[in-house]
């Protein structure tokens, strides 16, 4: 059967890396291959993964991961799934340029024939790609696809061991940590609360931190809010920050511009608060309330309460 290649997120319980290897077991026998985190093997195992391939950075930045993919896939070709963030999409073109294969960016799945679902324009438009090469590289959208976990049955577990750092290999000299707060992660929380312009300066401390604290939910926010300093870039929803499919996403005072909604209108459940009647949110929102946030919010969290 085909190999199909994924690059593991090196973080424990990354749900992209379960995404991945969902996409890939359509594909052939899947290897996920992980840098510097050996005690994530086991978990990866549990995704679906026939076979796990540690590898050891010895400090250097990006080429593990590249080296370790081109090495397998150049000894038995078959495709390759890396995480669709800056990082992935780096290590995609490097591979790709290595390997004479073709690149896809940012699909939101993969057929057994090795096209690709795209969604272009804002995802107003929905297309099918394909790429040449026997190593077609494909960067996953995060959360575009749900995780299915499949254990394998029969697993291996393997250590490959590359070429030290060179001369001119750039490497890490010390590395701190992002420090996370108690929320979960944006890409990965269940539910979200968001808030846009609507809500004014004052209001992601007063009305969208309050009403995450009830559901234990990570905070989003639309770009106009990031570029105002309202909050962290982090934050940031839609086509130029992250994508988000929870089971419950709340949207107070957005607008529902078309960058924004390509963020999010893949969540579960979609619930507005807006007092504007007309804006755009209300056409993706199953639940929509046409009022002001500052009225409402506070008397939603009572009730929750």
Same mark, same amino acid.
């Given at each position: 059967m085909?190999?199909?290649?994924?690059?593991?997120?090196?973080?424990?319980?990354s749900a992209?890396?379960?995404?991945?290897?969902?996409?890939a077991?359509n594909?052939?026998?899947?290897t996920?291959?992980?840098?510097?985190?050996?005690?994530?093997a086991?978990?990866?195992t549990?995704?679906?993964?026939?076979?796990?391939v540690?590898?050891?950075?010895?400090?250097?930045?990006?080429?593990?991961a590249?080296?370790?993919?081109?090495?397998?896939a150049?000894?038995?070709?078959?495709?390759?799934?890396?995480?669709g963030?800056?990082?992935? =999409?780096?290590?995609?073109?490097?591979?790709? /340029? *290595?390997?004479?294969?073709g690149v896809?960016?940012?699909?939101?799945?993969?057929?057994?024939?090795?096209?690709?679902?795209?969604?272009?324009?804002?995802?107003? %438009?929905?297309?099918?790609? /394909?790429?040449? @090469?026997?190593c077609? %590289?494909?960067?996953? *959208?995060?959360?575009?696809?749900? /995780?299915?976990?499949?254990?394998?049955?029969?697993?291996? +577990? $393997?250590t490959?061991?590359?070429?030290?750092p @060179?001369?001119?290999?750039?490497?890490?000299e010390?590395?701190?940590p992002?420090?996370h707060?108690d929320?979960?992660?944006l890409?990965?929380?269940?539910v979200?609360?968001a808030g846009?312009?609507?809500?004014?300066?004052?209001?992601?401390?007063?009305?969208?931190?309050?009403?995450?604290d009830?559901? @234990?939910a990570a +905070?989003?926010?639309?770009?106009d809010?990031?570029?105002?300093?309202w909050?962290? @870039?982090?934050?940031?929803v839609?086509?130029?920050?992250?994508?988000v499919?929870?089971?419950?996403?709340?949207?107070?005072?957005?607008s529902? /511009?078309?960058?924004?909604?390509?963020?999010?209108?893949?969540?579960?459940?979609?619930v507005?608060? =807006? =007092?504007?009647?007309?804006?755009?949110?209300?056409?993706i929102?199953?639940?929509g309330?046409v009022?002001?946030?500052?009225?409402?919010?506070?008397?939603?969290? $009572? *009730?929750l309460?």
């Open positions: 085909t190999n199909v290649y994924v690059l593991a997120e090196s973080a424990a319980h992209i890396t379960a995404e991945m290897i969902t996409v077991r594909l052939g026998d899947v996920a291959v992980l840098v510097d985190a050996p005690e994530l086991e978990e990866i549990q995704l679906g993964a026939q076979r796990v540690h590898v050891n950075s010895q400090g250097r930045v990006l080429l593990p590249v080296d370790a993919l081109q090495t397998l150049a000894a038995q070709p078959g495709p390759i799934i890396v995480p963030h800056a990082t992935g =999409n780096e290590i995609a073109g490097r591979l790709a /340029a *290595r390997l004479a294969s896809l960016r940012d699909v939101v799945g993969v057929n057994p024939d090795r096209t690709a679902q795209q969604s272009i324009f804002g995802d107003t %438009v929905s297309v099918s790609a /394909a790429v040449g @090469g026997e077609p %590289v494909y960067t996953l *959208r995060p959360g575009a696809v749900p /995780a299915e976990l499949v254990p394998a049955a029969d697993v291996t +577990i $393997e490959l061991e590359l070429a030290g @060179g001369a001119l290999d750039a490497t890490v010390s590395f701190t992002a420090v707060g929320r979960p992660e890409t990965e929380a269940k979200v609360v846009g312009r609507g809500v004014g300066e004052d209001g992601f401390a007063t009305l969208v931190e309050p009403l995450a009830v559901f @234990g +905070i989003g926010a639309t770009r809010v990031v570029d105002q300093g909050a962290d @870039g982090s934050m940031q839609g086509q130029t920050g992250v994508t499919s929870p089971d419950l996403y709340i949207a107070l005072g957005i529902g /511009a078309i960058q924004h909604k390509s963020g999010m209108q893949t969540s579960k459940t979609i507005a608060i =807006n =007092n504007d009647e007309d804006a755009h949110i209300f056409d929102a199953d639940l309330l009022a002001n946030v500052e009225d409402v919010v506070p008397v939603l969290i $009572e *009730r309460k």
